[in-house]
């Protein structure tokens, strides 16, 4: 069973931390790995999407890979309430249509 | 704008009943996909098709039915077989080349 693996939380950080969230997985042919964000009741949306080995920075998100430990995270420069949300991994196989989600983590960034 | 579409917000399902949800695309994707989210658990892949007239199952198709005759729509109809369809259904599209999933706002479905 190929799985994606995230820490439940909720994880709560203050305002202006950085929040670190941490994903890994089985299958050693993954290729490509997104991080997406879910408001409560809402749809996810695409943060970021990485595909190679290090690290990937989009403003305030970074995004880090290391395939030899089979290990993706997303890290948050200067939280805010609004990033106060559930991050869901997710991992791709060659030709993408066959994409494992995690169940998510949830942040709580206090004001 | 470039978008994905989903109807209706809300659905209500009475036992023994077949109900479809709508799902439209604006963006040219090839590929799209239905997922169901229960509460605490990540998305779970129903159906997905990466061509039009062409879908293969996903993990839980089981009670769950599609078409794909436009590629602009994906409609799923969740069949009375499905014992449990109380959910988040999520429908998805990417380009044919492109792993990239963009997703609609989803439907709730609920059981009356």
């Known amino acids: 069973q190929k799985e994606v693996e995230q820490n439940s939380g909720p994880l709560s950080v203050p305002e202006g931390a950085i929040a670190s969230l941490n994903c890994t997985y089985s299958?050693?042919?993954?290729?490509?790995f997104f991080w997406y964000r879910q408001y409560s009741g809402k749809s996810p949306e695409l943060i970021m999407f990485?595909?190679?080995?290090g690290d990937k920075e989009d403003g305030r998100f970074t995004a880090q890979l290391n395939k030899a430990s089979q290990y993706v995270s997303l890290l948050i420069r200067d939280s805010q309430p609004s990033d106060s949300a559930t991050y869901l991994c997710?991992?791709?196989?060659?030709?993408?249509?066959?994409?494992?989600f995690g169940a998510g983590t949830r942040l709580f960034v206090k004001a | 704008d470039g978008g994905i579409t989903q109807s209706p917000k809300y659905l209500f399902r009475k036992e023994g009943q077949n109900v479809t949800l709508s799902c439209e695309q604006n963006?040219?994707?090839?590929?799209m996909y239905w997922y169901r989210q229960d509460p605490g658990q990540g998305l779970r892949l129903i159906y997905y098709?990466?061509?039009?007239?062409?879908?293969q199952k996903g993990d839980i198709a089981e009670g769950y039915s599609v078409s794909r005759e436009k590629k602009e729509s994906f409609p799923l109809t969740v069949t009375s077989a499905q014992k449990n369809p109380t959910a988040f259904y999520l429908c998805?599209?990417?380009?044919?080349?492109?792993?990239?999933?963009?997703f609609g706002p989803g439907t709730r479905l609920l059981v009356l």
């Open positions: 098709s990466q061509i039009v007239n062409d879908f």
């Open positions: 963006l040219n994707h090839d590929a």
């Open positions: 997710a991992v791709a196989n060659t030709g993408g249509f066959k994409t494992i």
């Open positions: 990485i595909y190679s080995n």
């Open positions: 998805a599209s990417s380009n044919r080349y492109q792993e990239t999933q963009y």
């Open positions: 299958d050693r042919g993954s290729q490509s």
